[in-house]
């Protein structure tokens, strides 16, 4: 596995064992918006949307951020110190972006894990830490 769709239709299919169609943004909607508000709110939704182009979607990100970081330095090459603060605090937002990808991958892993909205009766062996 080497690029992101490939992690998206992995996950998806795992999602699939556990009786839950991630592709289907209806019910995807109809679980987050059943979701209690409470400190748990935004870690216990389904953040990632899996008809995307997860491998477009980063490309872009990280195109954007090395724009802008080539900006900063082009700016700060010819001392012009408000552009460069300005393409600087730019790439800082694409950089976040680019960490938000990741972080709603991982927490979509970690409902998938403990399983909390299966509607099947798939289990994780149980892992003996010894």
Same mark, same amino acid.
């Given at each position: 596995?080497? %690029?992101?769709?490939?992690?998206? %239709?992995? *996950?998806?299919?795992?999602?699939?064992? #556990?009786?839950?169609?991630?592709?289907?943004?209806?019910?995807?909607?109809? +679980?987050?918006?059943?979701? @209690? =508000?409470?400190?748990?709110? +935004?870690?216990?939704?389904?953040?990632?949307?899996?008809?995307?182009?997860?491998?477009?979607? *980063?490309?872009?990100?990280? $195109?954007? =951020? =090395?724009?802008?970081?080539?900006?900063? /330095?082009?700016?700060?090459?010819?001392?012009?110190?408000?552009?460069?603060?300005?393409? =600087? $605090?730019?790439?800082?937002?694409?950089?976040?972006?680019?960490?938000?990808? +990741?972080?709603?991958?991982?927490? %979509?892993?970690?409902?998938?894990? $403990?399983?909390?909205?299966?509607?099947?009766? +798939? #289990?994780? @062996? /149980?892992?003996?830490?010894?």
């Amino acid at each position: 596995m080497n %690029d992101l769709n490939s992690v998206r %239709d992995s *996950l998806r299919e795992l999602g699939l064992k #556990q009786g839950i169609d991630l592709g289907d943004e209806k019910a995807i909607a109809k +679980f987050n918006d059943e979701v @209690p =508000f409470d400190s748990r709110w +935004f870690d216990s939704r389904w953040l990632c949307c899996y008809l995307e182009d997860w491998n477009e979607e *980063l490309e872009e990100r990280l $195109h954007y =951020f =090395f724009k802008n970081m080539s900006d900063y /330095q082009d700016a700060m090459d010819k001392e012009d110190i408000k552009s460069a603060t300005s393409s =600087f $605090h730019a790439a800082l937002s694409c950089a976040g972006d680019v960490s938000n990808i +990741f972080g709603y991958i991982k927490n %979509d892993m970690v409902k998938l894990l $403990h399983g909390e909205d299966k509607t099947t009766d +798939f #289990q994780w @062996p /149980q892992f003996n830490n010894e």
